[in-house]
Nanobody, 126 residues
Framework: QVQLVESGGGLVQAGGSLRLSCAAS????????MGWFRQTPGKEREFVAG????????YYADSVKGRFTISRDNAKNTVYLQMNSLKPEDTAVYYC???????????????????WGQGTQVTVSS
């Protein structure tokens, strides 16, 4: 099992930027797909971006493509989500998640990911 801790959320004006971090500990020697999800009250958790740790393959939700960038730092066991050109509709609690890599990718359902962080609030004001 891998433990995940997010940081970097906050309040930003529309058009601004934030960078979220997700620090992994525990069984970090295993190969994972790392995902960022977000959730607003009354809605299901929504996929934002994913990265396969070992090979760096990346995929995004259409709603954030071109604005958000996912990356990882192997030495720090940390995954980042750089969010630019933020919009009020990006306001949500953002979660980091991990799934053991089984050779398939483009997993986008929260049900596929077994390890989760506690979440970090991102608020974008208009």
């Amino acid at each position: 099992q891998v433990q995940l801790v997010e940081s970097g959320g906050g309040l930003v004006q529309a058009g601004g930027s934030l960078r979220l971090s997700c620090a992994a500990s525990g069984r970090t020697s295993s190969n994972y797909i790392m995902g960022w999800f977000r959730q607003t009250p009354g809605k299901e958790r929504e996929f934002v971006a994913g990265i396969i740790w070992s090979i760096g393959a990346i995929y995004y939700a259409d709603s954030v493509k071109g604005r958000f960038t996912i990356s990882r730092d192997n030495a720090k066991n940390t995954v980042y989500l750089q969010m630019n050109s933020l919009k009020p509709e990006d306001t949500a609690v953002y979660y980091c998640a991990a799934k053991l890599y089984d050779g398939e990718y483009y997993y986008r359902s929260s049900a596929d990911f077994g390890s989760w962080g506690q979440g970090t609030q991102v608020t974008v004001s208009s």
